[in-house]
């Protein structure tokens, strides 16, 4: 079955930097989108960035020149990179693949932007 195991997260300073990873397996990666959401304590689940099977991206305007998602489809890995991050970033970061009509989620990584 389908899986999706995220890391990279933990604390930042402010201005910092993080890179989150995404495990994929149970499918065939190459050929799926795939999104990084972030949700906040009694905020629903937003879309951050997407890449598609043939790496064209999506990001939200939030955070438009700070964020990079990219896809490595020999490892079945899909990576946000995180750049000068914000206190506002903080959030736990989830994984999505849509895999037959059906949105499978990764179990999230917090990320923490404080000083």
């Known amino acids: 079955q389908v899986q999706l195991v995220e890391s990279g997260g933990g604390l930042v300073q402010p201005g910092g930097s993080l890179r989150l990873s995404c495990a994929a397996s149970?499918?065939?990666?190459?050929?799926?989108?795939m999104s990084w959401y972030r949700q906040t304590p009694g905020k629903e689940r937003e879309l951050v960035a997407a890449?598609?099977?043939?790496?064209?991206?999506n990001y939200a305007d939030s955070i438009k020149g700070r964020f990079t998602i990219s896809r490595d489809n020999a490892k079945n890995t899909v990576y946000l990179q995180m750049n000068s991050l914000k206190p506002e970033d903080t959030a736990v970061y989830f994984c999505?693949?849509?895999?037959?009509?059906?949105?499978?989620w990764g179990q999230g990584t917090q990320v923490t932007v404080s000083s």
């Open positions: 999505k693949v849509r895999h037959l009509y059906t949105d499978n």
């Open positions: 890449i598609g099977a043939g790496g064209i991206t």
């Open positions: 149970g499918f065939t990666f190459s050929a799926y989108v």
